[in-house]
């Protein structure tokens, strides 16, 4: 079944798991409830994007991570321009905060 992992915590610890400041990929393009849980667990820095953002919303940006929502069925295109996306991952960016 393909909503086995549902219920039973995988977007929380991916979540919990993520760098400082990294962004989301949520499995689909309402990404409310993604927020809505980000801070519930006091995620506020996790910038929520749906799959979409990969078509092109990484470029030029220095990101912190990124990280795919264990549910999300992305493209074959999607795939490449993750991978295309990781390169742009900077470990040592510090946030203001």
């Not at 409310?32 to 749906?50: F, H, P, T």
């Not at 999300?72 to 040592?92: G, I, K, M």
């Amino acid at each position: 079944r393909q909503d086995m992992a549902r219920g039973e915590g995988t977007t929380t610890k991916q979540m919990e798991e993520a760098p400082k400041g990294a962004v989301f990929v949520w499995c689909n393009g309402r990404t409310d409830y993604a927020v809505r849980l980000a801070r519930k667990i006091g995620r506020e820095d996790l910038q929520i994007k749906s799959p979409t953002w990969l078509d092109d919303g990484w470029r030029g940006v220095t990101l912190t991570g990124i990280v795919v929502d264990h549910a999300a069925r992305l493209t074959d295109r999607q795939r490449d321009l993750l991978q295309e996306a990781l390169t742009r991952v900077r470990s040592n960016v510090h946030s203001a905060s």
